[in-house]
């Protein structure tokens, strides 16, 4: 586990409610050009916290919460999977989702690509898992000194994320700066 990576034994800050003050399902939604996904993927999934927010606010059919973590994957099982069956914990690596081509609807990152050792590749990942028309979103942190969050040497900028998408093929990219601590990258797989 690399100094990027975050620590499964803190995993209790990712059920912060304050998260979704900072990163509001409705105003994502509203980004999205997708009003009705039936299938959704978050990779990076932690404890499927935003999961059952995009569940709640999107009523997606399904939800494929997928994470490297164990820990992770055995708490979702434990804790998520029993209350919200159409949330479905999925084991996996950093690139390499064990999913179907073109299973989703959206695929979305929160606060994970200044993790990704290779987020070209996890985006290309992201690509494959779409349907045509498909959306990915990814949310992380503003590349500025702030008391929360990663160390802003790892944090990333918004337009070197929108290049990422656009080198893996996504089309229709938008960066959004709105949020007080994080940006928005949307992008749009073709038809």
Sequence with gaps: MTDKK????????????QRLADI?????AGKL??????????????????????????????????????????WMTENVAPKYPDIIPVKSEEHAVPLDDGVADVVFMINLHHELEYPLRSIRES???????????IVDWQKVAMPEG???????????????????????????????????????KGR
Aim: hydrophobic share 40%; charged share 20%.
């Design 6 to 17: 975050f620590d499964p034994k803190k995993l209790q800050k990712l059920n912060n409610p």
């Design 150 to 188: 990663p160390p802003e040497r790892i944090r990333c900028l918004p337009e070197d994320v929108a290049d990422q998408l656009t080198e893996a093929g996504f089309g229709g990219v938008s960066i959004f700066n709105e949020l007080p601590k994080h940006f928005l990258v949307i992008g749009e």
């Design 127 to 137: 690509h494959r898992l779409l349907k045509p028309g498909g959306e990915i979103f």
């Design 33 to 74: 050009n997708i009003a009705k996904p039936a299938v959704m993927v978050e990779i990076g999934a932690g404890t499927a916290f935003f999961c059952i927010a995009f569940l709640d606010q999107l009523k997606p059919s399904t939800v494929y919460a997928c994470d490297i973590s164990n820990v992770m994957i055995d």
């Design 24 to 28: 509001p399902p409705d105003y994502i």
